[in-house]
């Protein structure tokens, strides 16, 4: 079963208009961390925003804020007023912390193209 | 801080060959990791290591190989290119504590296997 689900392949949005790019996850852990990163045409992974199991509150940076649904499984990353540079591939990723390894990997979805149209 | 560094950014092997992607950090960061991205598709972990001296697989480990002698680099290598281990290649490095865990991605280095 895929860990982390990206429903949207591709997304429009006007520019100055806000956008949701969906995220849910599947794990057991009550402790873990999901994470949104943003990969340019350049191809730099460029980190956006982080949320922790345990944070009580949602996530904000800026423009970036990430809807965390515990029950729901689900980390949704929402961008405030749209630009023409926020075009790019969205990935959601997550950090499970296994107590036998010290693996700190992330497990990656397939990632949401957004095109922020003028 | 230069942050994560990748050398080189492209690369075209021929089958069979061997080569060494360099990665290193100066965040003094104890995590580093190897991922590869192939297109359509998010990152897959190969290798990771959670010290100098200390290193693990992860979900792809066939055909490479790393070593971590000191905390700054984390080489990978291909042992013998395969096509199927074209890719684009991200060296990762993180510390960790309680509020965040926060991996810093280097630029990337493309592999082409002729």
């Known amino acids: 079963a895929q860990k982390i689900t990206q429903t949207q392949p591709g997304m429009f949005v006007q520019e100055k208009e806000a956008v949701t790019l969906d995220c849910t996850y599947d794990t057991s852990d009550q402790s873990y961390g999901l994470f949104w990163y943003k990969q340019p045409s350049s191809g730099e992974m460029i980190f956006l925003i982080y949320?922790?199991?345990?944070?009580?509150q949602n996530a904000t940076e800026g423009r970036y804020s990430l809807n965390f649904q515990k029950a729901r499984k689900s980390a949704n990353l929402v961008i405030s007023a749209s630009q023409l540079g926020d075009s790019a591939m969205y990935f959601c990723a997550m950090r499970e912390w296994p107590m036998d390894t010290g693996r700190r990997a992330l497990t990656f979805g397939s990632g949401t193209r957004l095109q922020v149209q003028p | 801080n230069a942050g994560v560094t990748q050398t080189p950014k492209f690369q075209v092997l021929k089958t069979g060959q061997s080569m060494t992607l360099q990665c290193a950090q100066d965040m003094n960061h104890e995590y580093m990791s190897w991922y590869r991205q192939d297109p359509g598709m998010g990152l897959r972990l190969i290798h990771y290591?959670?010290?100098?001296?200390?290193?693990d697989q992860g979900e792809v480990p066939n055909g490479y190989n790393v070593s971590r002698s000191t905390t700054e680099d984390f080489p990978l290598r291909l042992l013998s290119a395969a096509p199927s281990q074209t890719s684009v290649y991200f060296c990762?490095?993180?510390?960790?504590?309680?509020?965040?865990?926060?991996?810093?991605f280097g630029p990337g280095t493309r592999l082409t296997v002729l």
């Open positions: 290591s959670v010290g100098a001296g200390i290193t």
């Open positions: 990762a490095s993180s510390y960790s504590s309680i509020f965040t865990d926060t991996q810093y």
């Open positions: 949320q922790g199991s345990y944070d009580e």
